[in-house]
């Protein structure tokens, strides 16, 4: 079945505890990308990769890092989550870019304590 | 900076009649796609439809059809014979093609009464 996994789907931790949260795809997808979603904020891009080792900034890459080193990864890193990191986190794929359908996965709930 | 506004935050509509959920956008790019998302209760994003924008004609997946006006940036969605697993919230996308960033919009939450 095509799909992109993440992993953990929730996740409660601590003030400046490094977590990562990962993301895979099974569909050979070139395009994936990092989003977080907050009430009245929709969703805003985090980072994006157009493909292995390019990786690139989307509207609000403060606090994460990234590292596309296999076309089917794409793990999101907080090196030192703070409280307002607390958000529900997509990971999407596509075929080719901005201009194809995203496929998301379930999303992860992320508290920062 | 490239904004997406989706200016009704709640909607509410009884079943089967016909709603019109409107996106303004802002961009001075002539190469771009948009794009609905419908994202239900169970969290799972879905794509309702696509817009290519150098074609005039707008695009339309069964009940669900768009009005694309290039000019005054406009891309509202429209939903026909609403049913109740139309509930969801709604998010229009702006996909940018020179950078491949992708803007959504704050999204509508839109209620099918039954």
């Known amino acids: 079945e095509a799909q992109v996994t993440q992993n953990p789907r929730y996740l409660i931790t601590v003030t400046g505890k490094k977590l990562t949260v990962t993301c895979s795809q099974n569909m050979n997808h070139e395009y994936m990308s990092w989003y977080r979603q907050d009430p009245g904020l929709g969703l805003r891009q985090i980072y994006y990769?157009?493909?292995?080792?390019?990786?690139d900034k989307g509207d609000v890459p403060e606090g994460y890092k990234v590292s596309r080193k296999e076309k089917r990864n794409f793990p999101l890193i907080l090196e030192s989550p703070s409280p307002n990191q607390t958000s529900l986190y997509f990971c999407?794929?596509?075929?080719?870019?901005?201009?194809?359908?995203?496929?998301f996965g379930p999303g992860t709930r992320l508290t920062v304590t | 900076a490239q904004t997406v506004t989706q200016s009704q935050p709640e909607m509410s509509v009884q079943e089967a009649e016909t709603v019109t959920l409107s996106c303004t956008y802002d961009?001075?790019?002539?190469?771009?796609?948009l794009f609905w998302y419908k994202q239900p209760p169970s969290r799972q994003m879905i794509l309702v439809i696509r817009?290519?924008?150098?074609?005039?004609q707008n695009a339309t997946e069964n009940r669900f059809s768009v009005n694309f006006q290039k000019a005054a940036k406009s891309f509202s969605l429209k939903i026909s014979d609403s049913q109740l697993g139309d509930t969801a919230m709604y998010f229009c996308?702006?996909?940018?093609?020179?950078?491949?960033?992708?803007?959504f919009g704050k999204g509508t939450r839109l209620h099918i009464l039954p």
């Open positions: 996308a702006f996909g940018r093609t020179r950078d491949d960033k992708i803007i």
């Open positions: 990769s157009m493909n292995v080792e390019v990786t």
């Open positions: 961009t001075s790019e002539n190469n771009y796609y």
């Open positions: 817009q290519e924008a150098y074609k005039q």
């Open positions: 999407a794929s596509s075929f080719g870019g901005s201009s194809y359908e995203q496929y």
